[in-house]
């Protein structure tokens, strides 16, 4: 399986993006899909996933901001984000979480560089991210 992340770009505070995330090869299991950032000088920071269910978990700061959603063939990841602010600006990943089918996915979090789900299942793989600048 490869994840590849495209869309990112510099746009002022106030204006949107759609980030893409390219999903090929076939994970042969029961997968969560997540986005995370990485803000400049920072750690990694949870953004939002979406479980093989359908259900969505957003971290606080992009709650109501941004959608996480993905095409009905499941080839690509989505992440619209609107109302920008300049604290969105990082890199951004796309991720893949390989689950039991009993086990919810729920959000992510991060802590010194390593990112779990609420279940505590580490992220299996992520591409090399897409950079998303905001100016104020």
């Known amino acids: 399986v490869q994840l590849v992340e495209s869309g990112g770009d510099s746009v002022q505070a106030g204006g949107s993006l759609r980030l893409s995330c390219a999903i090929s090869?076939?994970?042969?299991?029961?997968?969560?899909m997540a986005w995370f950032r990485r803000p400049p000088g920072k750690q990694r920071e949870g953004v939002a996933t979406l479980d093989s269910d359908g259900t969505t978990k957003y971290a606080d700061s992009v709650q109501g901001r941004f959608v996480i959603s993905q095409d009905n063939a499941k080839n690509t990841l989505f992440l619209q984000m609107n109302s920008l602010k300049p604290e969105d600006t990082g890199t951004y990943y796309c991720?893949?979480?390989?689950?039991?089918?009993?086990?919810?996915?729920?959000?992510?979090?991060?802590?010194?560089?390593?990112?779990?789900?609420?279940?505590?299942?580490?992220?299996?793989?992520w591409g090399k991210g897409t950079p998303v600048t905001i100016s104020s």
């Open positions: 991720a893949l979480v390989r689950l039991p089918p009993d086990v919810e996915c729920g959000m992510i979090s991060c802590s010194s560089g390593f990112c779990v789900t609420a279940s505590n299942f580490g992220l299996d793989l």
């Open positions: 090869g076939d994970p042969y299991s029961r997968v969560c």
